[in-house]
């Protein structure tokens, strides 16, 4: 069933933030959730977040076309980790409007790869340690003239893994999607994500730091490298 949602003309800013893959839309142990209600609580003039199960996506779909008609000047941010991840390439193809900003993170799934040409900017994090579930390593611009790839960020946790408490994650995805997970449970991963939203909300270009720069708002020290070396680097 779909729901129903009221679009406020005020509404210039929409951000949709896309579950991994069967959780729930509004689960307040995962990062995409997190960022959400740290966005709503900062109370940004003219700027609505919304969260949606992987599995909604044409839910998300509806809420944006609603936010184009009511204001056609909108600007739509998406992001999202995991299955996720890929779902905010896909939701980016079928909007049929620009998109200021994607941002997958650890995004698995077919198609994930080629940002379309409506995205203008688009920023990749991603990890390749875990033995079953790994992240998008490259990610590149259909059109370079149109589209501008921030980075593919790795973060590796091979050497200095994180805590996956056993009430957050499951033990599917403790034993066997561990590095997959810590994406998740990272909060450096986490901070940059939202800083790239609230640049792209508060600036008319996105901020090009790496990841590393969040240091400097007092975020904990991310464990990435700037990127995977490919043309879109």
């Known amino acids: 069933m779909l729901l129903a ?9 929409l951000v949709i933030g896309l579950m991994p893959g069967w959780e729930p839309a509004d689960n307040p142990k995962r990062g995409v959730r997190k960022v959400a209600l740290r966005l709503r ?6 700027v609505r977040v919304e969260t949606f199960a992987n599995k909604q996506r044409d839910q998300a779909l509806r809420l944006v076309r609603q936010a184009v008609v009511a204001n056609p000047d909108a600007r739509l941010i998406f992001y999202g ?7 905010v390439v896909k939701l980016a193809r079928e909007v049929n409007a620009p998109v200021e900003l994607t941002v997958q993170v650890d995004s698995f799934g077919r198609g994930d790869g080629k940002i379309p040409t409506n995205v203008r900017v688009a920023a990749n994090l991603y990890q390749r340690d875990g033995r079953f579930v790994r992240g998008a390593s490259c990610i590149r611009a259909e059109d370079p003239a149109r589209t501008t790839i921030l980075g593919n ?14 009430e957050d994650y499951d033990t599917w995805q403790r034993r066997f999607s561990a590095r997959h ?5 990272d909060p450096a991963v986490w901070k940059k994500v939202e800083r790239l939203i609230l640049d792209a909300i508060t600036s008319s270009e996105c901020s090009t730091d790496s990841p590393r720069s969040a240091g400097r708002s007092g975020y904990p020290p991310p464990r990435d490298s700037p990127g995977c070396g490919c043309p879109a680097c």
């Open 41 to 46: 609580a900062a109370a940004l003039p003219g």
């Open 81 to 87: 980790y995991s299955f996720g991840g890929a779902g």
């Open 153 to 166: 960020f790795r973060f590796s946790y091979k050497h200095d893994p994180l805590p996956l408490p056993p």
């Open 5 to 13: 949602f009221a679009i406020p003309s005020s509404a210039d800013v």
């Open 181 to 185: 997970a810590m994406m998740d449970a």
